[in-house]
Each structure stands twice: as structure tokens, then as C-alpha cells.
């Protein structure tokens, strides 16, 4: 963890696995980092009418990667501590069982809690030695054998980057920028730290860091950032902006992405950060005597802008400042232009929207009127497969009326065929009894 101090004061103790807790007073301006593994609390100063301490850091994976992100950027002491069970801890602290349970069943306090009182501090300097000796390997585990030694600490000073000389220096303003080949504290970390202090009117002049990456928190004023996309190979994914920054507000430069910050000609406009580098930085200015582009050959420059020679050089030798330039009113103007992008954005949006919605209704009109069209087909389908089967009908109808008729007049025919041979039957009959009756006479 790199860390820089804001505001306020107050004391840092930590212990990066030796056998002491190691101490440091903190200021406005400070500038630490702490190894990873490290175990460390903040205290700020107990005065009541301190100013509120307030601290910008960044953790960031070390030269030997170890950071994993399931655990997070650091974690709470207890949350170590009470990982295991009660057996092991009563084993490891050789403590009676209640003391632990009275540790176990406490409400969890947030990563913040008010500073303990100065008759707390000879029980909190116990816990804390017993608690690094656990974490660290210390020799001495019991809790109560070091409850009458004095609390053993090492001063440690700090580097205050308000008390340093800026690297660079002028009416318009100052930067300065520590790393770990300036700063002992850095060295086997891959953060370095930069602060630029920009007077009214003012511009960091345009440049990039072809080594590192910068995230950035204004301390004082606004300003406005302006950033290019150094490519054009994909724009949908890289492209130019420019934005505005207030006190509080983090801002984030890839590297390579050339950029400038602009200060307000109503205030001035200060900002720190921390760069993320393996290797030195050298940031490379476009403009002003340390411009980069002055190291090319003239001729190469115009062919490459398509302009003459004395165009180019009218370009690259007008500007005899270098690094932080005048700039009145740039940041006025490039809030207003970032105020019509913005307008111009809205507006494409709104049309877009009104330009999709019209679709959105142009679709629903193509598929009611397909709909409408669909159920027509389908209803004059509908009359006429009702036609063709009343024509079926019909027809069948027509063809059975003949056989109908057929079959009537058969049938008829049938029934006066049965009468005669029954009227035939009859007469047989009553000449067979009239016979009879003959012979019954004689």
C-alpha cells in the first residue's frame, strides 16, 4: 500500500515481520508505503479541534504478482484472528476460554472506529503485541507475560513530498514526481507517486507517459483534462476526451494516451496521484523546448503533417517554455466545447431515440398492416374453401337425385310387381276352394 496524507495528522504503527511494532508520525504531505503482509492500524490525532485526517492510497499488485483478488485489497486483523476455531486459538494464546469467547461474541467493528481513550491504551498495547506476535512469529505468546513490559516501537520518519523541491518549476506552476529510485520506502514497488501544482491560467503542456499509467484525485480547484486516443485502429473503443475535474474527483490516464490538464483562470488547480511503472518514466512533452518532436529531423515532421518546413518550424520554435505553459482561458474554452459535445451528444441521442422510435413504429405499421393482410387471405381462404365445399355439395346432390328417382321408381315397381302376385295367389285360392266346394257337392 502507497499512501499519501491530505489533511490532518496523526500516528501510523505497523510491523512488516520483525519483532517490534515500528511507529511514525504522519502529516499533510506524507508519503509511505507499506509491504505487503504488513499488519498496520491509523490513529488520527486526538486534539479536538484537529482538522479531519483524511489519507489517498493505492493498492497495487507487487513485482511477485501475489495479490489475489478473492481477498481483497488488505484485510481486518479480527477476521484473521477469529478464522480459526476456539481450540486452536486457546492453544496458539494460552488464554482461559472466556477471554475468548468475549472476543468471539463481540459485535464487529467497521474498518474506522474512534480512537480509544488514553486509560484503554495499556490493555489495546497488550492485545496489539500479543495479536503481532500470533501473526508474525514472535517468540513471546502469552497474553498476560508481557502485561507489565513496556510497549517497544521504532521510529520511523517519513517523506514529505510538500517539503521536497519540485522537479520542475515556473510562473505557471510546479511538478514533482518520487519513485522508487528517489524514494528508499518505494523500492520494490511498482507505484510512484506525482503532485501538480498549476497557478492560474496554467496548462500542463501535452504529453504522455510511455511507461505508466496514471490515477489521479484533485486536492484543490477544477480544472479540465483533455486526453487523446493515440490510435485509430479501433475507435469505437478509444476515442478523445476531454472532461472537468472538482476537489475530490479521481481521474484515470492510460499509458501511452497523450493528455493535458488546464487550470481556470478563476483559481488555481492541484492534483496528486500515483503511477503505476516497472521502469522509469520519462513523460514525453509535445510541445516547448523539451518537446520531443524537436529531436526529429524537420523534414520528416513536414512530410508527415503534409506542411513545408518553414510551417513546421514556425510550429515547433514559437514556444520557449517548457512543461507548464500559459494558457489563459484554455480551460474556459474547453469547457464550453465539452459542453457542445455534450449538447451535440444529447441531441444525437434524442434523435437517435426519435429516429428509432419512428422505426419502432414503422415496424409495428408493417406488421398490423401484414397482420390485417394476413387475416384477409386468411378469411377469403376461409369463403372460399366454404364455396368449394357448398359446390361439392351441390354437385353430390345433383348426382344422387337421379339414382333417388332410380331407386324410387324400382322400388314402385317392386310394390305393383308384389300386388299382382299376391292378387294372382288370391285368385288361385278361390278357384282352389270353389273346386273344392264343387266336389263337396256331387
Known amino acids: ?25 504522519l502529516r499533510r504531505g506524507d508519503v509511505f508505503r507499506l509491504q505487503a503482509g504488513s499488519v498496520f492500524c491509523v490513529q488520527s490525532n486526538l486534539d479536538p479541534e484537529r482538522e479531519k485526517m483524511r489519507i489517498h492510497a493505492i493498492f497495487s499488485n507487487t ?18 484472528v477469529l478464522g480459526f476455531d476456539g481450540k486452536i486459538l486457546n492453544a496458539a494464546f494460552k488464554v482461559p476460554e472466556e477471554v475468548l469467547e468475549e472476543i468471539a461474541s463481540a459485535t464487529k467493528p467497521p474498518p474506522v472506529v474512534h480512537a480509544v481513550t488514553e486509560g484503554q491504551k495499556s490493555a489495546l498495547w497488550k492485545l496489539e503485541d500479543q495479536l503481532v506476535n500470533f501473526l508474525v512469529g514472535g517468540k513471546d ?3 498476560y507475560d508481557i502485561g507489565n513490559k513496556h510497549k517497544k516501537t521504532k521510529e520511523t520518519k517519513t517523506f514529505n513530498i510538500l517539503d521536497a523541491d519540485p522537479d520542475f518549476e515556473n510562473c505557471n506552476g510546479w511538478s514533482l514526481t518520487v519513485d522508487k529510485w528517489s524514494l528508499k520506502s518505494l523500492r520494490d514497488s511498482n507505484i510512484g507517486i506525482f503532485m ?7 496548462m500542463m503542456g501535452p504529453h504522455w507517459n510511455p511507461m505508466a499509467t496514471e490515477i489521479a484525485v484533485v486536492l484543490h480547484g477544477q480544472g479540465m483534462i483533455r486526453v487523446v486516443c493515440p490510435g485509430t485502429a479501433n475507435e469505437s473503443e ?6 472537468k475535474v472538482k476537489e475530490g474527483d479521481v481521474f484515470a490516464v492510460s499509458r501511452f494516451h497523450p493528455m493535458a490538464q488546464m487550470s481556470f483562470n478563476n483559481d488555481s488547480f492541484v492534483f496528486m496521484g500515483f503511477s503505476s511503472s516497472t521502469k522509469r518514466n520519462h513523460p514525453q512533452f509535445l510541445t516547448g523546448k523539451s518537446s520531443i518532436l524537436r529531436m526529429v529531423d524537420r523534414s520528416i515532421l513536414a512530410v508527415s503533417f503534409s506542411v513545408t518546413n518553414t510551417t513546421m518550424d514556425q510550429l515547433l520554435n514559437a ?8 494558457c489563459t482561458s484554455c480551460a474556459e474554452e474547453e469547457d464550453e466545447k465539452m459542453k457542445g459535445e455534450i449538447e451535440k451528444e444529447k441531441q444525437e441521442e434524442e434523435a437517435t431515440m426519435r429516429e428509432e422510435e419512428r422505426k419502432r413504429e414503422a415496424e409495428e405499421e408493417e406488421e398490423e398492416e401484414e397482420g390485417r393482410e394476413e387475416r384477409e387471405r386468411e378469411r377469403e381462404e376461409e369463403e372460399a374453401r366454404k364455396r368449394e365445399e357448398e359446390k361439392r355439395r351441390k354437385e353430390e346432390e345433383e348426382k344422387r337425385e337421379p339414382e333417388e328417382a332410380e ?13 299382382t302376385e299376391d292378387q294372382d295367389r288370391k285368385g288361385d285360392e278361390g278357384k282352389r276352394r270353389r273346386a273344392l266346394r264343387k266336389v263337396w257337392k256331387l
Open 63 to 80: 513485482d511477485e504478482g501475489i495479490y489475489d483478488p478473492s481477498i481483497g485489497a488488505y484485510s481486518s486483523i479480527n477476521d484473521l
Open 196 to 202: 501538480v501544482h498549476l497557478t492560474k491560467g496554467s
Open 1 to 25: 500500500m502507497v499512501f499519501y496524507v491530505h489533511t490532518g495528522n496523526g500516528k501510523l504503527r505497523w510491523t512488516d515481520g520483525g519483532k517490534e511494532m515500528k511507529r511514525m508520525n
Open 319 to 326: 514556444q520557449e517554455d517548457a512543461l507548464i505553459l500559459d
Open 407 to 419: 331407386r324410387e321408381r324400382e322400388l314402385t315397381r317392386g310394390r305393383g310387381e308384389e300386388k
Open 238 to 243: 478509444c476515442k478523445n476526451m476531454r472532461f
Open 141 to 143: 505468546d502469552s497474553l
